[in-house]
């Protein structure tokens, strides 16, 4: 099963995806996939907050930056995905990223996630709604997360969207 949480920055997206996985828990392996590489102090922050949010849930994290394809899974494990925007980024601006190719690639990694695990929950960030206009490079990165949004829109047996902390249904599993 596919469930896509998103939000925006502050929802409460984190939380409330870690408790979805929690709750789909009999006898897997919780596996937190961090996807945020540690760049800065304002990155290390927020990995620290993520950390202290999961700590005692029993949650096993695996750190991935790109091809999301190469992952060990095993077919007993909860998968939690943190963050889509995360890996877009990374694959599309990072020495190791499949560049123009990056939502093409990362559609490939969550098909083999999804095939090769339980359950699979993905986080991913509303960026699409300040109406701003930006630089072609900005522009290329949320003409390909929304292309990610739409596949998994597509694709996701559950899908959710966590405003202010409250979760609003749009798929209900």
């Not at 123009?100 to 990694?109: D, F, L, M, P, R």
């Not at 996630?113 to 929950?121: D, K």
Request: hydrophobic letters at 40%; proline letters at 2%.
């Amino acid at each position: 099963m596919i469930c896509f949480v998103i939000g925006g920055s502050g929802s409460g997206k984190s939380e409330y995806a870690e408790n979805l996985a929690l709750g789909l828990k009999e006898q897997e392996k919780l596996v937190y996939v961090a996807t945020m590489q540690p760049l800065d102090e304002e990155s290390w922050q927020r990995i620290g907050r993520h950390r202290k949010m999961r700590a005692g849930k029993g949650f096993e994290t695996r750190e991935c930056y790109t091809h999301l394809e190469q992952l060990p899974v095993e077919k007993n494990e909860i998968i939690l995905l943190e963050c889509l925007s995360n890996l877009t980024a990374n694959e599309m601006f990072s020495e190791n990223g499949r560049k123009e190719e990056a939502a093409q690639a990362i559609e490939t990694g969550i098909l083999y996630l999804a095939e090769n695990c339980r359950h699979l929950v993905i986080v991913g960030n509303n960026v699409f709604e300040d109406g701003t206009e930006y630089d072609e490079m900005t522009m290329e990165y949320l003409r390909q997360m929304a292309g990610l949004h739409r596949f998994l829109g597509k694709l996701a047996d559950s899908l959710m969207e966590v405003i202010c902390g409250i979760p609003v249904e749009w798929r209900k599993l």
